[in-house]
């Protein structure tokens, strides 16, 4: 018989023995509550929580709560129609900081996603009323209620609800959705959300409270209004494409004091894609209206600072013309503001006005444009404007006021109280059909006339000082207009006019090319040759007169001072030079300085005559009297000629004088130089002029 001792060391070996046997314990999953969906019956978390959705749509009627998370999964769509209030438990959830001055809140480091829908279900919040939303809003902040339940959406999250909600931070990668004409407004605040996002009606994508930041969203398809705001000082910055399918679709900008809005996107029609991936198929549909306008968006930028552009782009925020885009741009708490920041050409083809909605031209738009300094920033407008501010141009920016094209005429809005330009770039008009009056030109830009169209300069404000350029068509000087600061004008072609008006022109700096001026011109500065002017030429002691490969030709009376360059002749001379082609029928008066009539020069080898009754009996001619001249030599028809530089100040008349006492002088030297001295330091001739012979 056996003991009890022993009866109890064999049980426990039995039970060694069956432990050792046993399979090894299994880590609790996530408790499947599909069941309980299913039936309608309300759910507490104590954990990870997942519910599988049949294909289909499974309606339901309870409520989830208690600390954990939920995990929607499956082929079908679980639509909530009563309101959720869950969190995470204590050991997931991370700090949050109100931060700023109030109401701005700030949040250091969002919590992991309490909510996740899987890639292939569809979590609806919702269904058509004011409540069934997932969301817990534990802070009190005024205004503004930010749901501490996160959403990570790899699948769809539909969001169909008419009361005003947060979603707190969204991640993921799939599809947030409302449905149009459904009038509830959410608010998405931040997240690395890599989606796309259908707004139907409403979203607020910031608020004064809140500045959002959504880097990674791929697309928005926005077939309402797309509102964004700033808190005060802060800027927000959006970066994706927003595309549009149905009529009446825009984007609401606002900003609080020292806030700003960065938008480096593009707003363009959608022709395919559907919901998931928006796109069109061919960029040029922009500038097209579609069939019942279904193609035209807007954006209202109220009292804002707005940026188009970051400086890394050449892809417009809104392209488009008038009939397929509206631009408003409005006062609010104040003035507004557009910067457009590009790195390349881009084209406005519509007005900014500041209108309501569609009616963008039932009034002038209420603030200022800046075209800024980043270089390869070239912005045309290829409409006429419509905004009563200032257009800012900074330093290497290029503003283009019409494209060059038929169609594609552009123009500001002058008629305002406070219309002025400040062109420390670019300035270039370039119609075809339509003429421009500009006024209040300012800046150290230069302008450049380069379209068929007439730009005419008016008042005493343009007082720009760059250069002046006309290149095709005419610039045409009214209501006292100057070029005085300019600090050279240009005609570049034989077509290019620049109209001085009766006042005439006064050149100050330089004029020079191959264009007509028409009316008087006063030289005060340096006048090249090449130019035709429809009126007289004075050239006054302070002037100089420059010859070109073709003379200056003057309809009008001539009157001579001053001084004249013929350095350029001197490298091709001919035996006859006209320098100045006088068409008129008087007589013409005066002398370059220096440049008696039949004074005598050298060019080159050649020595020549000047006379200003040459050619038909009035023109300003250089003809050769002999090559290779000696010092002395005299016109014989001339004896009290002189022999001259081309552009001298000290010119004197021949005569023996004193030269034959230092020419004696010159020659005892040569004696007493020993001869590899005299080589080592001749003089070689050059320069700009010929010298005194």
């Known amino acids: 018989m056996r003991s009890q001792t022993q009866k109890t060391a064999a049980a426990v070996g039995a039970l060694v023995a069956l432990l050792a046997s046993a399979s090894p314990a299994r880590a609790a999953g996530p408790r499947d ?26 309606t339901y009627d309870g409520v989830f709560s208690g600390r954990g998370t939920l995990t929607v999964r499956g082929t079908g769509t679980l639509v909530l129609t009563r309101d959720s209030d869950f ?27 309490a909510v996740t829908v899987e890639r292939g279900a569809t979590l609806q919040y919702g269904n058509g009323g004011t409540t069934g939303l997932i969301g817990h809003f534990p802070y009190g902040t005024p205004a503004f209620r930010l749901n501490q339940d996160n959403i990570r959406v790899d699948g769809t999250l539909r969001l169909s609800l008419k009361s005003a909600y947060n979603l707190g931070t969204v991640s993921g990668s799939g599809l947030i959705t409302q449905p149009r004409f459904l009038w509830g407004t959410w608010d998405l605040t931040s997240g690395p959300f890599s989606g796309v996002i259908d707004n139907g009606t409403q979203a607020n994508a910031g608020r004064p409270e809140y500045a959002t930041s959504l880097p990674n969203v791929r697309k928005v398809l926005n077939q309402g209004t797309w509102t964004v705001d700033t808190p005060l000082g802060e800027t927000v910055t959006q970066r994706m494409d927003f595309y549009q399918r149905e009529y009446g679709s825009d984007i609401n900008v606002q900003s609080r004091p020292g806030g700003k809005v960065i938008l480096t996107g593009q707003y ?8 998931t991936n928006p796109s069109l198929s061919d960029p040029a549909l922009n500038w097209t209206p579609a069939t019942k306008n279904v193609n035209k968006r807007g954006t209202n930028i109220k009292g804002a600072n707005v940026q188009w552009g970051d400086g890394t782009t050449a892809r417009i925020f809104m392209p488009g013309t008038a009939k397929t885009v509206y631009i408003n741009l409005l006062a609010a708490r104040s003035r507004s503001l ?32 800046v075209i800024k300094g980043t270089k390869g920033n070239d912005v045309t407008f290829a409409a006429v404007q419509y905004y009563d501010g200032s257009t800012t141009v900074q330093k290497n920016a290029v503003l283009r006021l019409g494209s060059g094209r038929p169609g594609g005429d552009g123009g500001l809005y002058t008629g305002g109280a406070l219309y ?139 009157r001579l001072g001053g001084e004249l360059d013929l350095a350029a002749a001197g490298t091709n001379p001919g035996r006859t030079i006209t320098v100045l082609d006088h068409r008129g029928g008087a007589r013409t008066t005066g002398a370059f300085k220096g440049l008696a009539e039949g004074t005598r020069l050298r060019l080159a080898d050649t020595t020549y005559r000047i006379s200003y009754r040459g050619g038909d009996g009035n ?16 016109p014989d028809s001339t004896p009290s000629a002189q022999v001259a530089a081309p552009r001298t100040t000290s010119a004197t008349a021949e005569g023996l004088g004193w030269w034959p006492y230092v020419l004696a002088l010159g020659l005892l030297g040569g004696l007493v130089v020993p001869p590899t001295l005299r080589i080592r330091g001749r003089r070689r001739g050059g320069g700009r002029h010929a010298v005194h012979r």
Do not use: C, M
């Open 268 to 275: 363009s029609w959608s022709d395919r894609g559907g919901d």
């Open 338 to 369: 557009l910067t457009f920041d590009y790195d390349g050409p881009v084209t406005l083809g519509a007005p900014i006005g500041g209108g309501r909605f569609h009616d963008t031209l039932s009034a002038p738009g209420a603030g200022d444009v």
């Open 420 to 558: 002025k330009v400040v062109n420390d770039g670019s300035l270039v008009v370039d119609n075809t059909s339509k003429s421009l009056t500009l006024s209040r030109i300012s800046g150290g830009g230069s302008l450049t006339q380069a379209g068929g169209a007439t730009t005419t300069l008016t008042g005493g404000a343009v007082t720009y000082t760059g250069t002046t350029t006309v290149r095709k068509g005419t610039l045409a000087l009214r209501g006292g207009a100057t070029l005085a600061r300019s600090r050279g004008i240009r005609l570049t072609s034989t077509t290019a006019r620049l109209d001085a008006g009766t006042t005439g022109l006064r050149v100050l700096s330089s004029l020079s090319g191959k264009g007509t001026v028409r009316g008087s011109v006063t030289n005060d500065g340096v006048v090249t040759g090449g130019l035709t002017v429809s009126g007289g030429y004075t050239q006054s002691a302070k002037g100089e007169l420059v010859l070109a490969k073709s003379p200056l030709k003057v309809t009008g009376a001539v």
């Open 33 to 58: 509550v599909t069941a309980d969906v299913l039936a309608g019956r309300n759910v507490t978390l104590t954990g990870d929580t997942v519910v599988t959705v049949p294909a289909g749509t499974t």
């Open 87 to 113: 969190t995470l438990p204590a050991s997931r959830q991370r700090v949050r900081i109100l931060g700023g001055n109030h109401p701005y809140v700030t949040t250091t480091a969002a919590d992991p996603p």
């Open 619 to 634: 023109d300003v001619v250089l003809t050769a009297v002999t090559a290779h001249a000696t010092a002395g030599a005299r």
